[in-house]
């Protein structure tokens, strides 16, 4: 039986990100590929993810503001960055790039 592509359901990464530790390792994989503007996306995947009215109160941002901030391509300040790491859960960590 074939399907077609249109009818199947449009996968959500927010829905995959059930804990902390998801939303860690899932941030963690950005870094990692180094685009800055899909880190703000996937903040904003993280913040769908747990409820954004609720991250919104957590980091004192409206969501309007917040969900303008991590939009695609979006380029928030750092401090936006690490209130929403914080509301999350999860916080980030430099680490070295070859260990002695």
């Known amino acids: 039986m074939k399907k077609n592509i249109a009818d199947l359901p449009d996968f959500d990464m927010s829905q995959q990100l059930k804990n902390e530790e998801d939303i860690a390792a899932y941030i963690t994989m950005v870094i990692e590929d180094g685009d800055a503007a899909e880190l703000a996306h996937a903040l904003g995947v993280a913040a769908k993810a747990r409820g954004m009215s609720e991250v919104a109160k957590a980091t004192g941002l409206t969501r309007e503001a917040l969900y303008k901030?991590?939009?695609?391509?979006?380029?928030?300040?750092?401090d936006t960055i690490n209130k929403v790491c914080a509301a999350l859960g999860v916080r980030l960590v430099a680490q070295p790039v070859h260990p002695h």
Request: aromatic share 10%; net charge positive.
């Open 69 to 78: 901030a991590l939009k695609p391509n979006a380029k928030p300040r750092f």
